[in-house]
């Protein structure tokens, strides 16, 4: 991902993204124009059907570009309020592909965004759009258990180029 990559790292132990939670997927992002993208692969341990990966790893997958891409584009965290996935094609385990998200749109208090993953060669797997809200950094806090100044770090962390 070079040196676009998204400098912050969470503080908690977050399935789709933690480099502290052994049994998660551990995901980096990298900045993009309208969002952020990584590249990853899923192991045969997240399957459904043998040898694809599981629908619920794949919405993980999409809700967590979406995240990120609120983190590193505008520096907000947020809530996901709704999100709608269409499964197009099956997607493989030990495979690379490639998971993107792009905010369609943002105010003080809520946002829309795309998210994708797409094989290596550009076949579109899977895609989703969900909406998002903002509470108070506070309130996030409180319900992630993480002090309100780590999450303004990480946020800050992540707006960093």
Same mark, same amino acid.
């Given at each position: 991902?070079?040196?676009? =990559?998204?400098?912050? %790292?969470?503080?908690?132990?977050? @399935? ?11 995901? /980096?992002? #990298? %900045? ?6 990584? &590249? ?13 990966? %599981?629908?619920?790893?794949?919405? !993980?997958?999409?809700?967590?570009? $979406?995240?990120? #891409?609120? @983190? ?8 996901? /309020? =709704?999100? !709608? !996935? /269409?499964? +197009? ?8 592909? /490639?998971? =993107?998200?792009?905010?369609? #749109? &943002?105010?003080?208090? &809520?946002?829309?965004?795309? &998210?994708?993953? %797409? #094989? ?12 998002? $809200? @903002?509470?108070? +950094?506070?309130?996030?806090?409180? +319900? ?5 100044? $780590? +999450?303004?770090? @990480? ?7």
């Amino acid at each position: 991902m070079g040196n676009n =990559e998204v400098q912050g %790292h969470w503080p908690g132990s977050c @399935f789709g993204c933690s480099s502290g939670n052994p049994k998660g997927l551990q995901l /980096r992002f #990298s %900045h993009t124009d309208e969002g952020c993208v990584t &590249s990853c692969t899923i192991p045969d341990t997240y399957c459904g059907f043998e040898g694809l990966v %599981h629908g619920g790893i794949i919405a !993980t997958l999409l809700d967590e570009a $979406a995240g990120w #891409s609120l @983190f590193a584009r505008i520096g907000r965290l947020g809530v996901t /309020r =709704e999100m !709608t !996935t /269409r499964y +197009l094609k099956p997607v493989p385990t030990n495979t690379e592909i /490639r998971v =993107e998200g792009t905010i369609m #749109s &943002s105010d003080d208090r &809520s946002a829309v965004v795309r &998210s994708t993953i %797409h #094989s290596t060669d550009g076949t579109l797997l899977a895609e989703g759009e969900s909406t998002w $809200a @903002f509470p108070r +950094l506070g309130r996030i806090a409180s +319900l992630a258990n993480v002090p309100e100044g $780590a +999450l303004q770090q @990480f946020l800050d962390d992540c707006c960093r180029k």
